[in-house]
């Protein structure tokens, strides 16, 4: 993905937050097109939630970003 292909139109989404049981998130995991799914903890508010944006480079594992931007 690129920048001129990001805003470009495009039937994508980039993050989605969604509520499963373990298998739901593993039938997600598996779906095509599907490039990562992140568990958080049980019970955790979407105030609490961390989400970092998996970058197009990361295509066999996802490191930490640079934690360096304003809060």
């Given at each position: 993905m690129t920048i001129a292909g990001?805003?470009?139109?495009?039937?994508?989404v980039v993050a989605l937050v969604v509520e499963a049981d373990r298998a739901g998130?593993?039938?997600?995991?598996?779906?095509?097109?599907?490039?990562?799914?992140?568990?958080?903890?049980?019970?955790?508010?979407?105030?609490?939630?961390?989400?970092?944006?998996?970058l197009p480079e990361q295509t066999v594992a996802a490191g930490p970003v640079p934690d360096d931007g304003p809060v």
């Open positions: 990001v805003r470009a139109p495009c039937a994508c998130l593993d039938r997600l995991a598996a779906s095509p097109g599907v490039r990562a799914v992140e568990a958080a903890p049980v019970g955790v508010t979407p105030a609490e939630l961390a989400l970092s944006p998996l």
